[in-house]
């Protein structure tokens, strides 16, 4: 089992929409949970972290931990062309050396 | 302020043949670590520097990889001899060090090696 799992997608959907991305993982030790953004050819953009249980929200998009269910969540609000991308979800017990996962390409038609 | 650069973006070579990936971090940066994707699969750890003393290599997946940091800068990770299995794309990431707070790793645009 990894110890991240992720739907790799692909996932369409229309500007405008409410999209809703999640992760399982394995491990009950991580505490901080990220959410990177990967365009095309670039390297992994952090979009948010979070520390153990609980919810951030940062503009459009919220993140959501439940350590009980071991599940991970990012919505994003009124989706955008420029949100498509990919959106990895990574965990850690020590905020240092990162599991993450495969990964899931959303694409948001105009 | 400069991000972290990777040098070359693009390399292909033969199986059998060495490669030798750069990372430049930010300026400042005392972490710096390595990752890989190969075809298909995560991003995957494979080993942190702090300053020029390896924290983690517990990721590196054989002896045939070689990580250098001198002079806790720029980074180095040679693949000798290459293997068809090594194609992918390495990742280098810096943080700062800052005790107690999150330390967000910034990554860089990482170079695609393709072994034939």
């Known amino acids: 089992q990894k110890e991240v799992e992720q739907d790799p997608g692909p996932l369409s959907v229309p500007e405008g929409a409410i999209v809703s991305l999640n992760c399982t993982y394995s491990?009950?030790?991580?505490?901080?949970f990220m959410w990177y953004r990967q365009y095309s050819r670039k390297g992994p953009e952090l979009l948010m972290y979070?520390?153990?249980?609980g919810n951030k929200e940062d503009g459009r998009f919220t993140a959501q931990v439940d350590k009980s269910s071991k599940y991970i969540s990012l919505f994003i609000r009124d989706s955008q062309p420029s949100d498509s991308a990919t959106y990895l979800c990574?965990?850690?017990?020590?905020?240092?050396?990162?599991?993450f996962g495969p990964g899931t390409r959303l694409s948001v038609l105009p | 302020e400069a991000g972290v650069t990777q040098f070359p973006s693009h390399s292909v070579i033969e199986k059998g043949q060495t490669v030798t990936l750069r990372c430049d971090p930010i300026?400042?940066?005392?972490?710096l670590y390595w990752y890989r994707r190969v075809m298909g699969k995560e991003i995957k750890f494979l080993l942190h520097?702090?300053?020029?003393?390896?924290?983690?290599e517990s990721g590196m997946p054989n002896n045939r990889f070689l990580a250098e940091r001198t002079g806790g800068t720029y980074s180095t990770l040679k693949v000798q001899p290459a293997e068809l299995e090594d194609s992918g794309v390495y990742f280098c990431?810096?943080?700062?060090?800052?005790?107690?707070?999150?330390?967000?790793?910034?990554f860089g645009p990482g170079t695609r090696l393709t072994v034939l």
């Open positions: 300026s400042g940066h005392d972490n």
């Open positions: 990574a965990a850690d017990n020590y905020g240092q050396n990162f599991v």
């Open positions: 491990n009950s030790a991580f505490q901080y």
């Open positions: 979070t520390y153990s249980s």
């Open positions: 520097f702090v300053k020029e003393s390896k924290q983690d």
């Open positions: 990431a810096s943080s700062q060090d800052l005790t107690g707070i999150y330390n967000e790793q910034f």
